[in-house]
């Protein structure tokens, strides 16, 4: 330190800053500030990726520091695709969004849309503020992921999964993936469940940050469909199959995924649940798992809870809120976000009135291509391997 005009010491470096204060004013920021700070200097980075900061910010961080995201993906003849990513602003105090006219936040590649096997999902999952998509399949019959961070705007190229020689990956394949997060070792880690044609399931994981992909010993007791949802340590699965070949309703389970301990386990439904029920969805609410399903006209969303299954909600469907896509809670009183993508129409449902209004959305238009959105959950989580990785490619 060293005094001023005013005879009163000044800090002259952020070296000689308390750290106790440092920490302090850090965790009370929002992840996206932190984010650019982090880019500043090396300095800089080092106090961010602090795990002592990390564990201070998630006390202090609000449930609903969410955000929406809004993809579009280009028409392409190949079998890859370049999709743009731009945020959603929310207008405060009102249901007003508006899509970001700035140049696009990032720009990624991704396996190209089937407009003939609907509804095409741009993005595959998420978990602590990453995002993951597919590339597609490769030449060699493998397939490429990529974990994509858009707060510091960067994308990563998981290694092709590549499956044993004695069990060549052949024409007809099932696969099911997810990302989550170990807390125990402080990685993320993509879990990927294969099915060849009229052959046994198989469990491959990736460490983000690593070369490669290992296959482990354990499998679920069913085969699995649709995202992973990652809450509370787990990933969550729906299975594949509800009804026996003579349509009768089996009532299985869902599906778990313990990141520590890598083994899988068995949830339980919620008893109540009717059995000639029509979409079923997995869906993260805010570090939760909700669990949605459309039957009569309605749509009925439960949340799972430390103690079991609570129904959250029953939504009336009117004529003209058909096919609704349950997005997330809008805001910390459980307020639910419903997407209409075939109109480009969203909804909220307010949980204390029982009603439903539509959010006003400017700068969604028809454009050629395909579009969606998505809510993301900011997180502020840093992988230690995977930034050296990235900052390896940069």
Same mark, same amino acid.
């Given at each position: 330190?060293k005094?001023n005009?005013?005879?009163l010491?000044?800090i ?7 750290l106790?204060?440092m920490y ?11 984010a ?7 300095q800089?980075?080092? !106090? ?9 910010h998630?006390k202090?961080?609000p449930?609903?520091d ?6 579009h993906?280009?028409p392409? =003849? ?9 945020f959603?602003e929310?207008e405060e ?18 396996r ?11 993005v595959?999952?998420?978990? =602590? ?8 399949r490769n ?5 490429t992921?990529?974990a994509i =961070? ?5 994308c !990563? ?8 020689k004695?069990e ?5 394949v ?16 993509m879990?990927?469940?294969?099915k060849?044609?009229k052959?046994?399931? !198989?469990?491959?994981v990736? $460490?983000?940050?690593? =070369?490669?992909?290992r296959k ?6 069913y085969?699995?469909?649709? &995202?992973?949802?990652f809450?509370n ?5 729906l299975i ?6 003579y ?13 520590a301990? &890598?083994?899988f ?6 008893q109540e649940?009717?059995s000639?029920?029509g979409?079923?969805r997995?869906?993260? *609410?805010?570090?939760e $798992?909700?669990?949605?399903y459309?039957?009569?006209?309605k749509?009925?969303?439960w ?5 079991g ?6 939504? &009336?469907?009117?004529?003209? *809120? ?11 009183k459980g ?8 109109h480009?129409r969203?909804f909220v449902?307010?949980?204390?009135? @029982?009603?439903? @209004?539509e ?9 050629a ?11 502020? $989580?840093?992988?230690?391997l ?5 900052m390896?490619?940069?």
């Amino acid at each position: 330190m060293k005094p001023n005009i005013n005879g009163l010491k000044t800090i002259d470096t952020m070296a000689e800053f308390p750290l106790e204060i440092m920490y302090d004013i850090l965790s009370r920021m929002q992840i996206r500030s932190l984010a650019r700070l982090r880019c500043v200097n090396k300095q800089w980075c080092n !106090y961010i990726n602090d795990p002592y900061l990390e564990v201070m910010h998630a006390k202090r961080a609000p449930l609903t520091d969410a955000m929406l995201i809004k993809f579009h993906q280009f028409p392409s =003849n190949s079998s890859k695709s370049p999709c743009t990513l731009r945020f959603l602003e929310e207008e405060e105090g009102t249901c007003t969004l508006e899509v970001r006219k700035k140049p696009p936040v990032m720009e990624f590649m991704c396996r190209r849309a089937n407009r003939c096997l609907p509804p095409f999902e741009i993005v595959l999952g998420s978990c =602590n503020g990453l995002l993951y998509s597919s590339q597609g399949r490769n030449p060699d019959g493998s397939t490429t992921l990529v974990a994509i =961070n858009p707060l510091r705007r960067e994308c !990563y190229k998981l290694p092709p999964i590549n499956t044993p020689k004695s069990e060549p990956l052949g024409r007809f394949v099932e696969s099911s993936s997810g990302l989550g997060f170990d807390d125990s070792t402080h990685t993320f880690k993509m879990v990927c469940v294969m099915k060849k044609f009229k052959e046994d399931l !198989y469990t491959m994981v990736h $460490v983000l940050g690593t =070369n490669s992909w290992r296959k482990i010993p354990q499998i679920p007791s069913y085969p699995i469909k649709g &995202e992973g949802v990652f809450a509370n340590g787990c990933l969550h699965w729906l299975i594949r199959d509800r009804y026996d070949y003579y349509g009768v309703y089996l009532a299985k389970p869902l599906i778990s995924f313990d990141m520590a301990k &890598e083994e899988f386990g068995l949830i339980n439904l919620p008893q109540e649940l009717p059995s000639n029920w029509g979409i079923v969805r997995l869906v993260y *609410l805010h570090g939760e $798992v909700g669990y949605v399903y459309h039957i009569r006209h309605k749509l009925v969303v439960w949340v799972l809870k430390e103690k079991g299954w609570v129904r959250h909600c029953e939504i &009336e469907e009117k004529p003209s *809120l058909r096919n609704l896509k349950v997005l997330g809670f809008w805001n910390v009183k459980g307020d639910v976000l419903m997407l209409d993508k075939c109109h480009h129409r969203m909804f909220v449902y307010n949980l204390k009135s @029982d009603t439903v @209004d539509e959010v006003s959305l400017i700068g969604w238009n028809d454009t050629a291509g395909v579009e969606d959105i998505r809510m993301y959950q900011r997180s502020f $989580v840093f992988n230690p391997l995977f930034d050296q990785k990235l900052m390896k490619k940069s």
